[in-house]
């Protein structure tokens, strides 16, 4: 089945570490995104690609990072610039915007990240 | 800046209640909104998309519906089931190249 993987599901950051998570989709899919989901908050978007080797900053981008290196994988790295990282996160991907859109987004599992 | 709204944040219904989530939002230029839903410690659902031209989408007791000149959409659930128990947020592409999402609405079914 056609899906997007996230993993871990759970992560534990020690103070001044960088972390990553994973994300990988089989759905062909060129647009992925990654957003950062608070209690009360709603979904906030950190990073998201169009396409392989082109990314731009979402609205609340600093601390992380992102490549595309693939089009099936979209890594997220929570740097140690990032004051308060704990929180849930989600990756998502699309068939692409460019243009406009007419088919649904779909969404991971999530990784819920720590501080130890 | 579009904005999205969903009110109320959080309901609570007995079983078999028909039942109407709503979402408003500030801008009237969007390419399509959509519904999802969210259970606890999970992603999102994809439930029903409605393109701009739409009016109306349906899916099973699922119906949801558009009104751009109004800016607002709602999410009608028939005969609502504690399966149906869940976090429902809509989301606008307005060709910015990414969705803005409410803050959703919890729904809590009563058996």
């Known amino acids: 089945d056609g899906g997007i993987t996230q993993s871990p599901k759970y992560l534990f950051r020690k103070e001044g570490q960088n972390v990553t998570l994973s994300c990988e989709q089989n759905l062909n899919h060129d647009a992925m995104y990654w957003y950062r989901q608070d209690p009360g908050q709603g979904l906030r978007l950190i990073y998201y690609s169009q396409i392989v080797n082109d990314f731009q900053k979402g609205d609340i981008a600093e601390g992380y990072s992102v490549s595309r290196e693939k089009k099936e994988s979209f890594p997220l790295t929570v740097t140690s610039a990032q004051k308060n990282p704990t929180a849930f996160y989600l990756c998502a991907s699309n068939p692409g915007t460019r243009g406009g859109s007419n088919q649904p987004q779909h969404f991971g599992d999530g990784t819920r990240l720590s501080i130890l | ?111």
């Open chain 2, 1 to 111: 800046k579009q904005e999205v709204t969903q009110i109320p944040a959080a309901l609570s219904v007995p079983e078999g209640e028909n039942l109407v989530l709503n979402c408003s939002f500030t801008d009237s230029a969007i390419y399509n909104l959509q519904w999802f839903r969210q259970d606890p410690g999970k992603g999102l659902t994809s439930l029903l998309l409605i393109q701009s031209s739409q009016r109306e989408q349906t899916s099973g007791r699922l119906n949801a519906s558009l009104d751009k000149s109004s800016g607002r959409s709602t999410l009608y659930i028939a005969a609502s089931q504690p399966g149906d128990s869940a976090t429902y947020l809509c989301a606008l592409f307005g060709g910015s190249e990414k969705l803005v999402f409410g803050k959703g609405t919890k729904l809590t079914v009563n058996p």
